[in-house]
């Protein structure tokens, strides 16, 4: 169960990054658990909070900013801007 939360919590992030960093239209359902899940893995190095911490509202904006770090990075190198 933890697993499928896991992927439903990512999606919503990686997400809402997207949207954030205007890059929704290039992003699949896929890409965007991977983004989130990527995100949450940021946020736990840079916040301390870790992936295996119940869900609340912290650890899920700490894993949004944790989105939207990886796709400014992936924009950077990609395009040379952070967008």
Do not use: E, H, K, P
């Amino acid at each position: 169960m933890g697993i499928l939360i896991w992927l439903i919590i990512g999606g919503i992030c990686g997400w809402l990054a997207s949207i954030i960093m205007r890059t929704d239209g290039q992003q699949g359902i896929i890409l965007n658990i991977v983004v989130g899940i990527i995100g949450s893995v940021i946020a736990s190095f840079l916040f301390g909070a870790g992936i295996n911490q119940a869900i609340t509202v912290t650890t899920f904006i700490y894993s949004l900013i944790g989105a939207v770090i990886l796709l400014a990075i992936v924009n950077l190198v990609r395009r040379g801007t952070v967008r």
